[in-house]
């Protein structure tokens, strides 16, 4: 009895083992199969996506300054045209285009610069550069570090740190620095004063933060009319 014991053990346990080996797998970690979404940001106001990766193939539909799109992991090089690159991409309604490589910054998130500020070659005080962000220009953030951002702005013209501090996320924010940008680019002085009026009197983002700075931006204008008038005058004068 002693020695038959053991031996009932000994079958029980491999039979034990064996049910574990025939068991469902494991799953495998969900967060390790899915693939983590890449997102990139448009740093070219109204640039056209394409149907296809060519230039010649036919527009889809236009990309706002700060706009977001996910990459689908997938470019092409346009050799029929100086070698453009594409980027496939999901916009926010789900539609799938090709943008422009060169004015898509891929890994970032939009942001808007809140005060005029300096710009730094590294997050590091004793860096300050010559350069300057001016409050409610658009910009792609491509990383952050402490209390510090690094940041593309528009058309890749610069690229640098700022404080942290200096930067809004809020979306409200970025959709009111794109309508103030898009009414100052209007070359008739008179005509920008009544678009930036026109704004404030119907602003469709009255929480914004920006209301001060576009309200000084509008009594600049006004005097610099004031001033070509009292030049034009006095020209007529003499």
């Given at each position: 009895?002693q020695k038959?014991?053991?031996?009932?053990?000994?079958?029980?346990?491999?039979?034990?083992?064996?049910?574990?080996?025939?068991?469902?797998?494991?799953?495998?970690?969900?967060?390790?199969?899915?693939?983590?979404?890449?997102?990139?940001?448009?740093?070219?106001?109204?640039?056209?996506?394409?149907?296809?990766?060519?230039?010649?193939?036919?527009?889809?539909?236009?990309?706002?300054?700060?706009?977001?799109?996910?990459?689908?992991?997938?470019?092409?090089?346009?050799?029929?045209?100086?070698?453009?690159?594409?980027?496939?991409?999901?916009?926010?309604?789900?539609?799938v285009v090709?943008?422009?490589?060169?004015?898509?910054?891929?890994?970032?998130?939009?942001?808007?610069?809140?005060?005029?500020?300096?710009?730094?070659?590294?997050?590091?005080?004793?860096?300050?550069?010559?350069?300057?962000?001016?409050?409610?220009?658009?910009?792609?953030?491509?990383?952050?570090?402490d209390n510090?951002?690094?940041?593309?702005?528009?058309?890749?013209?610069?690229?640098?740190?700022?404080?942290?501090?200096?930067?809004?996320?809020?979306?409200?924010?970025?959709?009111?620095?794109?309508?103030?940008?898009?009414?100052?680019?209007?070359?008739?002085?008179?005509?920008?004063?009544?678009?930036?009026?026109?704004?404030?009197?119907?602003?469709?983002?009255?929480?914004?933060?920006?209301?001060?700075?576009?309200?000084?931006?509008?009594?600049?204008?006004?005097?610099?009319?004031?001033?070509?008038?009292?030049?034009?005058?006095?020209?007529?004068?003499?």
């Open positions: 009895m038959i014991l053991p031996f009932y053990l000994f079958i029980t346990l491999l039979l034990n083992l064996t049910a574990c080996k025939d068991g469902p797998p494991e799953k495998p970690d969900a967060e390790c199969s899915e693939k983590q979404k890449i997102i990139g940001v448009s740093v070219w106001d109204r640039i056209s996506t394409r149907s296809q990766p060519l230039r010649s193939s036919p527009r889809t539909t236009l990309l706002s300054l700060g706009e977001s799109f996910t990459y689908l992991d997938s470019f092409a090089i346009d050799s029929s045209y100086n070698n453009t690159q594409f980027l496939k991409v999901r916009l926010s309604d789900s539609s090709w943008v422009y490589g060169f004015a898509s910054v891929l890994d970032a998130k939009p942001a808007v610069i809140r005060n005029d500020v300096p710009l730094y070659l590294r997050p590091d005080l004793l860096t300050i550069t010559a350069d300057r962000m001016n409050a409610m220009e658009i910009v792609a953030v491509i990383e952050e570090w510090w951002i690094k940041m593309v702005n528009e058309k890749k013209e610069k690229q640098g740190w700022i404080r942290r501090k200096f930067v809004s996320y809020d979306t409200i924010d970025l959709a009111f620095a794109l309508l103030v940008k898009r009414n100052l680019e209007e070359e008739d002085p008179e005509q920008k004063i009544r678009n930036l009026e026109e704004l404030l009197d119907n602003n469709p983002y009255p929480q914004t933060i920006f209301i001060p700075e576009i309200t000084q931006k509008l009594e600049k204008e006004k005097e610099l009319i004031r001033e070509i008038r009292s030049n034009r005058d006095r020209e007529d004068r003499d």
